[in-house]
């Protein structure tokens, strides 16, 4: 491998939200990445940092062209740069979306489990979260379609909020698949903000599919919410956009942005997605490979150990959704065991919603040392709760 996958760097100290745990303690929570960025996008702050002014900043002509460029030729999405609107993060713009395109009282249809900080932006802004679980069946999920066309006919559904890839079961969704989703939104009046983070990361050979590339119908009700933060692990850097086809959804989002004030970019911001977009693509690839080995090493290394213990299959981001029903349904105890044993920390999956009890959350995202550390804890941790309940 031609870039840096192993080695460990301290974070504490950095005030990393991730690494503000307890001495000894290993956090494989929120999704933030151990390992060292693209060297291209340092390459590229370094050289801005070294001009020594920091004046406010618009976004470049260029950070059109590199974000048009990637999604066409990574993924044949075709936008045109008008469509793009610069944001300072996806969570603001899901926010944005909430206040600008439903009132308050209405509700928000998300499939469950689900990204935790849906919730938090439909209840910050009195709206209220509307459940479809996946259904989850044989070690994967799928959509309950059922359930799904009852959620988005209720009149009170406005705004349908999508984490295409969805985290956590970490699933790609097929094209049919959203097609289905734009044509019903479509037919009922529903929005569709498309959060699509998580877009990058997919095992080597499976790509996915741009909830605005599918159909007419999707770029009718379609946001889509993207950055390179996730791939490239620098979301502290604050920089994302939003972007729609539809010239009304994009004025509205546009306007919600700048009224909110999430629509200027800090200094390095448009630097680092340009150079990401321009130049990352080495890196990424070399990522995503050891993003499937870690993972593939939890897979066997649960069965081998741990052989009640399950891992639904999920092609997209580095989170492993592990199935711990059979050793706990409270899997909230059970992480609190883990880590008061063994100083392991990994997110208890109720908090993702209806679907999620039973489960628990696992950021694979790191040099090996630590991901060999925390299934060591993992093993120990479930180990002690299994003697204990005995
Ligand atoms: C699905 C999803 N959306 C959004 C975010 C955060 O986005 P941002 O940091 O750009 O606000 C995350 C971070 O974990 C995520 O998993």
């Known amino acids: 491998m ?5 080695t460990v760097t301290d974070r504490r100290g950095t005030s990393s939200s991730k690494w503000d745990v307890a001495e000894g303690e290993l956090p494989m929570t929120i999704a933030d990445m151990d390992f060292k960025t693209c060297p291209e996008i340092v390459a590229a702050l370094r050289e ?7 004046g406010y900043t618009d976004v470049p002509e260029r950070w059109r062209d590199a974000a048009v460029s ?8 075709k936008m045109e740069k008008e469509w793009l609107v610069f944001s300072t993060g996806v969570v603001p713009t899901i926010s944005c979306a909430v206040r600008k395109l439903t009132t308050p009282g209405e509700k928000v249809m998300v499939m469950t489990p689900v990204y ?7 209840l910050n802004n009195g709206r209220s979260p509307l459940a479809c679980p996946l259904s989850y069946f044989s070690g994967g999920y799928g959509i309950d379609w059922t359930r799904a066309e009852e959620c ?5 559904v406005s705004l349908m909020i999508l984490c295409n890839p969805h985290n956590p079961v970490g699933r790609v969704w097929e094209r049919e698949e959203l097609q289905r989703i734009a044509e019903l939104c479509l037919k009922y009046g529903v929005a569709v903000l498309s959060d699509e983070i ?7 050979g499976v790509k996915y599919t741009p909830f605005l590339s599918v159909s007419e119908e999707s770029r009718k009700v379609g946001i889509m919410a993207a950055a390179p933060t996730k791939t490239f692990g620098i979301p502290g850097l604050q920089t994302s956009f939003a972007a729609a086809a539809d010239p009304v959804l994009r004025h509205r989002i546009w306007r919600q942005l700048n009224t909110d004030e999430c629509g200027e970019p800090g200094v390095f911001a448009a630097e680092a997605a340009v150079a990401a977009w321009e130049k990352g693509e080495g890196w990424l690839e070399e990522a995503r490979q050891r993003l499937q080995r870690n993972k593939a090493r939890v897979r066997s290394f649960v069965e081998e150990r741990l052989g009640d213990i399950r891992v639904p299959y999920g092609p997209a981001t580095y989170l492993l959704w592990l199935d711990v029903s059979a050793v706990s349904p409270d899997e ?7 880590r008061r044993e063994t100083g392991l920390c990994l997110t208890p999956g109720r908090v993702y919603g209806q679907g999620g009890e039973g489960f628990l959350r696992m950021n694979t995202a790191c040099p090996e040392k630590l991901l060999e550390d925390g299934l060591g804890r993992f093993e120990k941790g479930v180990r002690a709760f299994r003697a204990r309940k005995e």
């Open 2 to 6: 031609k870039y840096d996958f192993d």
């Open 48 to 54: 801005r940092l070294d001009k020594g002014i920091f």
């Open 70 to 77: 990637w999604w066409d030729r990574r993924y044949g999405l």
């Open 116 to 122: 935790n900080i849906f919730f938090n932006s439909i």
């Open 152 to 156: 988005l006919s209720d009149p009170q």
């Open 198 to 204: 998580h877009c990058d990361l997919t095992d080597p």
């Open 332 to 338: 909230r105890r059970l992480a609190a065991f883990i």
